[in-house]
């Protein structure tokens, strides 16, 4: 099998007339963390929800674990999976959205505990003791008993993500995971991420905060137009861009930072 735990081949993604995606390819191996940048529309999202077959792709093959995602290969042609198995195979994709869509009427330790027991078939004592550990490990184990409208936004975030990882998921895709909290908020939920980093979880994470980009991806990804621009190690990404683009895209940044 690869050792690549993500391979995303010549993936092709339209909306009506709007292609979005152009052929994308990027294999991403186990344990690595991927910044996912590129200004506003240029299609992170639709690529993330691509991976976990949260939305049908036009072109290409996206491979999670050596496993097709979404469709199944029947001779020469791809027929998309029944509903069952496209859920069973999003149980290995853990994923995370700038809402955390948290269950408001559950606490914060059901939360966590509710998709071990209902959807892995899980003891509820051992899904109770797997979410403290996990709700130990984002910093909030004195939160299991409170509701999530009782918590901060990056306090629900960290809730969101131990949530995602008590499914125990090969890979985590983090769409824009600190876009909707302010800064001080955001501090509390990178260090999350990073400790997941050195963790040593898989991670693709779409962002417009250079400081994950920078501060702890192994490797830095932009898209434009469709298309990835630059794909190299993080730091000489940020130190030394190839690409024209790449340099236009982090002066932006730079100018817009303060
Ligand atoms: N469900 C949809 N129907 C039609 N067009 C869509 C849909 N979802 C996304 N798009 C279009 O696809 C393009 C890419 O959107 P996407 O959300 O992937 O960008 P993004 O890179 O995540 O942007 P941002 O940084 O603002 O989050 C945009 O032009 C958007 O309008
Ligand atoms: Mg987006």
Redesign the pocket.
Known sequence: MSAHIIQIDNVHKS??A?Q?LKGISLTVPKGQVVALL??????????LRCINHLETINGGQIRVNGELIGYEERGTRLHELPDTRIARQRRAIGMVFQSFNLFRHMTVLRNVMTGPVDVLGKSREEARAKAMELLEMVGLPDKADSYPSQLSGGQQQRVAIARTLAMEPRVLLLD?PTSALDPELSKEVISTIRALADQGYTMMI?T?EMSIASGFCDRAVL?ADGHVVEDRAAAEFFADPREARTRQFLDHYAKTAH
């Open positions: 909306y009506g709007v979005v590129g200004p506003s529309g240029s299609g992170k999202s639709t690529l824009e779409a417009h898209m």
